[in-house]
T-cell receptor, first 112, second 113 residues
Framework: NAGVTQTPKFRVLKTGQSMTLLCAQD?????MYWYRQDPGMGLRLIHY???????AKGEVPDGYNVSRLKKQNFLLGLESAAPSQTSVYFC???????????FGPGTRLTVL | DAKTTQPTSMDCAEGRAANLPCNHS???????VYWYRQIHSQGPQYIIH???NNETNEMASLIITEDRKSSTLILPHATLRDTAVYYC??????????????FGKGTKLSVKP
């Protein structure tokens, strides 16, 4: 099993550009999450999903949108990138809201 | 905000036990203590969790004080590969929870030869 995978691994954007980060899991998990991590900080929750077709806001949702059209995929979109969105983005999944979360390897995004 | 307090950094000699403390004095009766670690900017990795009894798995042991206001993660025989940032997290454990983890800054553990 691949576990949780993220695409792409690295990306550089110019201010105002848009992009979509893809997270995929092959563990048939119900819950999926998007976090961001800034230098010297812990992870902060952006959005999450408790099942296919559902999404909800986390701690820092502004400037991001998400979709969960298929159970195994969770997409994070930036419609108009800003330098403040330069960060490392981690996706995670879990079977329930209290089971251990499995994390992907991260996407390093730089917005110039 | 994170509900835990951890030392910023710790050192440990290779082959010795690493004991990582965590204070969670405001923990509620239905909150569990979870430990994750993050090796060199990789995605965090689950280690162990517990409510009030001591727990052990293949990676580590978790000792929770009787009043549940603090805990210690023990890596019995630390190796260089255990060098990482260790996060202590308290969260409710029940069905239907959104499940998000609230990360603090963690403890940077450096295992030295």
């Amino acid at each position: 099993n691949a576990g949780v995978t993220q695409t792409p691994k690295f990306r550089v954007l110019k201010t105002g550009q848009s992009m979509t980060l893809l997270c995929a899991q092959d563990m048939n998990h119900e819950y999926m999450y998007w976090y961001r991590q800034d230098p010297g900080m812990g992870l902060r929750l952006i959005h999450y999903s408790v099942g296919e077709g559902t999404t909800a806001k986390g701690e820092v949702p502004d400037g991001y949108n998400v979709s969960r059209l298929k159970k195994q995929n969770f997409l994070l979109g930036l419609e108009s990138a800003a330098p403040s969105q330069t960060s490392v983005y981690f996706c995670a999944s879990s079977q329930t809201g209290y089971n251990e979360q499995f994390f992907g390897p991260g996407t390093r995004l730089t917005v110039l | 905000d994170a509900k835990t307090t951890q030392p910023t950094s710790m050192d440990c000699a290779e082959g010795r036990a690493a004991n990582l403390p965590c204070n969670h004095s405001t923990i509620s009766g239905n909150e569990y203590v979870y430990w994750y670690r993050q090796i060199h900017s990789q995605g965090p990795q689950y280690i162990i969790h517990g409510l009030k009894n001591n727990e052990t798995n293949e990676m580590a042991s978790l000792i929770i004080t009787e009043d549940r206001k603090s805990s210690t993660l023990i890596l019995p025989h630390a190796t260089l590969r255990d060098t990482a940032v260790y996060y202590c997290i308290v969260r409710v454990y029940y069905g239907g929870s959104q499940g998000n983890l609230i990360f603090g800054k963690g403890t940077k553990l450096s295992v030295k030869p």
